[in-house]
């Protein structure tokens, strides 16, 4: 430790869409500690150490130059990275099981517990290891029990993240919360201490939360769950809108004044995407039906069965707009990001609805300004075949919609409003039909411009 009581060296175990922007911000703020970035995928070390980072995020880019080579290193030395640090992050993958028991719902954990055995074999006695990845309740307790095994003097801490893709540097500069969960012991209280001594740094100390780690682990789970039961919620009023003739974004507004409720998430879409909401709900569902919470269990299910509802009948409505047949038309996707400001496609609604109209034999021609061609295809590639099908991946906007029937919006990307629809809407098939996933362009406007046009929850 140096003298303000910080590491001096503290490692990072994933260089992914978390840990990436994480450790760039900790090295940032903290240009006394030397952070090391650590992954086994050799490919991704050799990007975070190039011009072209494999994570695309607001400020990102400005960060790493600022930092790297100073006091931020990335490595494919996992192993020399855990034997000098004083405190490490596991910042893996958790994806949803897809074997075993447990499959489609609980989170496999197996590289967590890979990170967890070779900091076991490696880490010094008295390193403090910090679960960030989201995992289910009680995971600590695993990672603290291989670290006994090994007879490692080890603190296991909580230490959930709460940014959003798109606006991680601000959510990390300014965050809502830092959360730790330690054990309630002497020991664990002091470790708590000693990474809340680094969000010190920069983080006003009444956001620093310390809790209980099983508290700090179910709070990353519920926040999420939360979260994504608020979309759902208004999306399924954008249903009763639709049929009803109310706008679903006058409702809520009005809905969202009520400060008990608060306006935001409360954007009626094609449905939510992202590597965490679908993954943290049947996470939490397969804890409550381990606990025998059928009741609980149903509640949380039913936000998510609301999602895939949301997506099929975006997806439905279309092909029904296009005359019940969309079999060799061309239609124009603009955006296959889950969310505007990053190249993640992770559960990305447009994944579903791209994978419907292909299955329905209509051609594809996508745009997206952030997402790399190889995504799109990797996504699509069980209903496209290696050949590539009938899907073409376009890095300029007009020309996705050269030729097209319909132009379908799944991204909120902010840059499309700012296209010339008067343009596009020459160079389509008549009748020319928008579909606003998103609810992002003036309805009115593109109408006047001659489209027939569909947002969600609008008439
Ligand atoms: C989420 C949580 O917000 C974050 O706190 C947590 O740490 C990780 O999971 P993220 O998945 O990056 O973050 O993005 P988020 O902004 O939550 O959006 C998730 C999805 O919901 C996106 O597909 C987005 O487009 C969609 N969304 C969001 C809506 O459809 N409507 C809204 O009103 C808000
Ligand atoms: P997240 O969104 O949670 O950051 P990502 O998939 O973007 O998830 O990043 C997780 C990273 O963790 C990947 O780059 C993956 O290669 C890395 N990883 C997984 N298991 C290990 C391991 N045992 N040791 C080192 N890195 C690992």
Redesign the pocket.
């Given at each position: 430790m140096n003298h303000n009581g910080l590491p001096e060296r503290i490692c990072c175990?994933?260089?992914?869409?978390?840990?990436?922007p994480t450790m760039a911000v900790i090295a940032r703020k903290c240009p006394e500690i030397r952070v090391t970035v650590?992954?086994?995928?050799q490919d991704?070390v050799a990007a975070w150490n190039s011009e072209r980072l494999p994570?695309y995020e607001r400020g990102l880019d400005e960060l790493v130059r600022e930092t790297r080579g100073k006091n931020l290193f990335f490595s494919a030395d996992?192993d020399a990275a855990i034997r000098q640090a004083q405190l490490i992050f596991i910042?893996?993958?958790?994806p949803t099981k897809n074997y075993g028991q447990g499959q489609g719902k609980a989170a496999d954990l197996v590289?967590v517990e890979?990170?967890a055995r070779?900091i076991a074999e490696q880490a010094e006695r008295g390193t403090i290891v910090v679960e960030k990845?989201?995992v289910p309740v009680r995971t600590a307790e695993m990672i603290q029990t291989i670290m006994e095994q090994e007879d490692r003097d080890v603190q296991v801490l909580s230490n959930p993240e709460f940014m959003a893709e798109g606006t991680a540097i601000e959510d990390l500069n300014v965050p809502d919360r830092v959360l730790i969960g330690s054990a309630d012991t002497p020991a664990g209280r002091a470790a708590a201490e000693t990474l809340a001594g680094i969000y010190r740094t920069w983080v006003d100390p009444e956001r620093i939360i310390l809790t209980g780690i099983w508290s700090s682990e179910l709070s990353k789970l519920s926040a999420n769950a939360f979260l994504a039961q608020k979309i759902s919620s208004i999306n399924a009023l954008s249903a009763l809108c639709e049929a009803t003739q109310a706008d679903v974004t006058e409702v809520a507004n009005a809905v969202g004044c009520d400060e008990r409720i608060g306006p935001r998430f409360l954007r009626a879409s094609v449905g939510f995407g992202g590597?965490c909401f679908k993954k943290d709900l049947l996470n939490l569902v397969y804890l409550c039906e381990h606990y025998g919470l059928s009741e609980v269990a149903a509640y949380w299910q039913s936000v998510l069965q609301l999602n895939e509802y949301q997506k099929t009948r975006f997806a439905n409505q279309l092909v029904r707009s296009l005359f019940n047949t969309v079999t060799e038309k061309k239609i124009a996707i603009f955006g296959f990001a889950f969310k505007q400001g990053t190249n993640?496609v992770r559960e990305s609604p447009a994944i579903t609805v791209c994978r419907q109209l292909l299955t329905d034999r209509a051609w594809l021609g996508v745009y997206d300004p952030a997402v790399p061609e190889a995504s799109v295809r990797q996504e699509l590639s069980d209903v496209t075949g290696s050949a590539g099908g009938r899907l073409e991946v376009f890095s300029d906007p007009y020309d996705a919609c050269d030729g097209s029937h319909a132009l379908v919006i799944l991204t909120e990307w902010n840059s499309f409003r700012d296209l010339d629809f008067r343009r596009i809407f020459a160079s389509m098939h008549k009748p020319a039909v928008l579909f606003d996933g998103r609810n992002l362009l003036d309805i009115e406007e593109m109408r006047r411009l001659g489209f027939q046009v569909r947002g969600v929850g609008k008439v």
């Open positions: 175990i994933g260089a992914g869409y978390v840990g990436g650590v992954d086994v995928d991704r994570v996992v910042c893996v993958n958790t590289y890979r990170c070779r990845s989201t590597s993640d």
